[in-house]
C-alpha cells in the first residue's frame, strides 16, 4: 500500500523546487455582464507555499480559485500551472492537469448520490485503482479527517462541519501538488471552523503541500500564520515567540485589485487605508 | 430599446449554439476514452426499466381506444373488418413512436435536466471537473447512449402492446374475431411502415437525452432555476418530438412513398 504521504502517480514531473512556480496570474482580468471583477491580477505560488487570499464578500475570490485550475477563462492575461498555460492546453489536457490538484469547494460540493466512501474515493476509482488500494486509501485518508466512523453515511446524514472535513479528505486523497480551499470554513460555527483550520495546518505541516485558501474571515487566517501541527500531541499549536508559519503568506483583493501581496507582519504594517479598515 | 430584440434574438441564437455545442460533444465521446459503461448501464435501466409501466399502459389504452374509435367510423361504411389494419398502421407509424418519445420526455426529460441542475447550483458539477473527470463524458453522454437505446426497445414494447390492446377491444366489444383482427394488423404492414416506426425513436431518444442534459447543465438561480430548467427541458423536447416527427414522416413518406 502507498502511504498517503507518497507522491500521487499522476504528479506532474516538474515538482523541483528551482522549477517553474506552481502557479502564476499573469494580468489576468475578467469580467461578467461588461462589469469588470478581476482587473490585472499579478501572483505567483512556489512550491511548499501556503496562500491565504482575503477580501471583502463578493471581490471576486472565489472566481480567482476557479481561474486557478482552469474552471473558468480569463478574458485577457495568462494562467500558468505546473508550468502550462492553461488556456493553451486542450480539453483532456487540462482533465488531465487538474489530477494534480485538489480543490475544497464553498459548501463541499459532496456527490448526493455517492455515500462518504464513495465520496472519498471517486478520484481513485477514475484511476482505476483495484478495490483493496481504494479502501485502504479511504479509511487512511478519513482517519485524517477523523471521521471513519462516517465512512457508510450520505452527505445529507452528517454535519456541515463533517462535509467540510469529506470535501477534504476527497481533495487529498492523492496528494495532490496543489489544493485550493474556498471558504473552507464559511458559515460554520468558531469551534468547527477552528477544527477544519486545524486540518488544514495539520495537511500543510505533515505533508508539506503547495496551497491556495480563499477566506473572509481574518481570525482563520491568522490562526493559518501563526500556529502549527505538532504531530506529537496531534493538536495544532501556537508557533513560540510569536514566530510565524514559513512560507505562508497573504493576498488581499479589493474593489478588482489585488492591493496585497506578502507575508503577515507587513500586512499588519501597512499604511494602506483599505487594509487597515480591512484589518481593524 | 431599439437593440433589444437583437440581444433577445442574440441570446437565443448563443443558447442553440451552447445546445448544439453540448450534444455534439455527448455524442463524439462515444469515441473517445474513458467510455462510462457502468453509468450506461445504469441509466438504461433507470430510463428503460423504469418507463416500461407507463409505456406499457399507454400502449395498451391508445391501441384501445384507437381501435374503439375507428371501428365506429368505419362501420359506418361497412368496413369494420379492416379496424386491425388501421390500429397497426398507426401504432407502427405514427402513434407508438410519438406517444412512448412524449411518455419518456415527460418522465425522463425532467428527471434528467432536475437532477444535472441540481448537481450544477451545488456546484457538483464544478467539483466533478476539479476532479478531474469530463462531465459531459461521466453524465450526459451515459444518458444519450441509454435513452436512444431504451426508447427504441420501449417503442416496440409500446407497438405490440397497442396492437393487443386493440385486439382486445375489437374481439370483446366489437365483435370481431381475432384471428381476423390480428392477420389484418400483420399483412397490411409493409418495410417502410416498421422503418418509418423504428427510426423515430431514435430521433426523440436524442432530443429527449440532449435537451434534458442542456437545460440540466445550464442550470442557474438556484432552486427555482432547477424548477424552471425541469419545465423547460419537458415542454422543449416534447415540441420538439412533434415537429421531428413530422418532418421524419414527410421525409419516409418521400423516399419510400407510403
Known amino acids: ?280 | 430599446m431599439e437593440l433589444e430584440p437583437v440581444e433577445f434574438l442574440k441570446e437565443k441564437i448563443l443558447r442553440v449554439q451552447e445546445y448544439a455545442l453540448l450534444s455534439a460533444a455527448g455524442i463524439g465521446n462515444l469515441f473517445r476514452r474513458p467510455l462510462y459503461v457502468a453509468d450506461i448501464f445504469a441509466q438504461a435501466d433507470l430510463i428503460g426499466v423504469g418507463s416500461l409501466p407507463i409505456v406499457i399502459l399507454t400502449g395498451f389504452f391508445t391501441g384501445a381506444v384507437l381501435a374503439l374509435q375507428s371501428a365506429y367510423t368505419l362501420s359506418q361504411f361497412g368496413a369494420k373488418s379492416i379496424t386491425g389494419e388501421l390500429v397497426s398502421l398507426s401504432m407502427i407509424r405514427e402513434l407508438g413512436p410519438v406517444l412512448t418519445g412524449l411518455m419518456v420526455s415527460g418522465r425522463n426529460a425532467s428527471g434528467m435536466a432536475s437532477e444535472l441542475g441540481s448537481m450544477q447550483v451545488t456546484e457538483q458539477i464544478d467539483a466533478m471537473r476539479a476532479l478531474g473527470t469530463d462531465p459531459i463524458k461521466k453524465l450526459v453522454t451515459p444518458r444519450i447512449v441509454a435513452t436512444v437505446v431504451m426508447l427504441f426497445f420501449l417503442t416496440i414494447v409500446a407497438d405490440a402492446v397497442g396492437m393487443v390492446g386493440g385486439g382486445v377491444v375489437s374481439t370483446a366489444m366489437l365483435g370481431i374475431g381475432s384471428s381476423q383482427y390480428f392477420h389484418a394488423s400483420i399483412d397490411i404492414l409493409r418495410y417502410p411502415d416498421v422503418l418509418q416506426g423504428m427510426v423515430k425513436p431514435i430521433f426523440s431518444g436524442l432530443i429527449i437525452a440532449t435537451i434534458g442534459c442542456f437545460y440540466g447543465m445550464t442550470t442557474k438561480g438556484g432552486t427555482q432555476g432547477v424548477g424552471r430548467s425541469t419545465t423547460q427541458a419537458v415542454v422543449a423536447s416534447s415540441v420538439l418530438i412533434i415537429a421531428t416527427d413530422f418532418i421524419v414522416s414527410r421525409f419516409m413518406i418521400a423516399a419510400f412513398g407510403r
Do not use: W
Open chain 1, 1 to 280: 500500500m502507498t502511504p498517503l504521504n507518497a507522491p500521487s502517480a499522476a504528479a506532474p514531473q516538474n515538482t523541483a523546487p528551482d522549477a517553474d512556480p506552481i502557479l502564476a496570474f499573469q494580468h489576468v482580468s475578467l469580467g461578467f455582464d461588461g462589469k469588470l471583477i478581476l482587473n490585472n491580477i499579478n501572483f505567483t505560488m512556489q512550491h511548499g507555499e501556503t496562500r491565504i487570499l482575503l477580501g471583502p464578500a463578493g471581490c471576486g475570490k472565489s472566481l480567482l480559485l476557479k481561474l486557478a485550475n482552469g474552471l473558468l477563462s480569463p478574458d485577457s492575461g495568462t494562467v500558468r500551472l505546473f508550468g502550462k498555460d492553461l488556456g493553451s492546453l486542450l480539453r483532456d489536457d487540462l482533465y488531465s492537469l487538474r489530477a494534480n490538484i485538489g480543490m475544497v469547494f464553498q459548501e463541499g460540493a459532496l456527490f448526493d448520490s455517492l455515500s462518504v466512501r464513495e465520496n472519498v474515493a471517486y478520484r481513485l476509482r477514475e484511476e482505476n485503482r483495484d478495490e483493496e488500494y481504494i479502501e485502504a486509501k479511504v479509511r487512511e485518508v478519513l482517519q485524517f479527517v477523523e471521521l471513519e466512523h462516517a465512512i457508510d453515511l450520505l452527505p445529507s446524514q452528517i454535519s456541515g462541519g463533517m462535509r467540510r472535513r469529506v470535501a477534504i479528505a476527497r481533495a487529498i486523497i492523492t496528494q495532490p501538488a496543489l489544493l485550493l480551499y474556498d471558504s473552507p470554513t464559511g458559515g460554520l460555527d468558531p469551534i468547527t471552523s477552528a477544527t477544519i483550520i486545524e486540518l488544514i495546518i495539520k495537511e500543510r505541516d505533515i505533508f508539506g503541500g503547495t496551497s491556495l485558501l480563499v477566506t473572509h474571515r481574518l481570525q482563520d487566517a491568522f490562526s493559518l500564520a501563526t500556529h502549527t501541527f505538532n504531530a506529537t500531541t496531534q493538536q495544532m499549536e501556537r508557533i513560540p515567540n510569536r514566530g510565524l508559519a514559513p512560507n505562508t503568506k497573504f493576498l488581499v483583493l479589493n474593489n478588482t485589485q489585488m492591493v496585497f501581496d506578502g507575508g503577515l507582519e507587513d500586512l499588519l504594517r501597512s499604511s494602506d487605508p483599505f487594509l487597515r479598515a480591512f484589518l481593524a
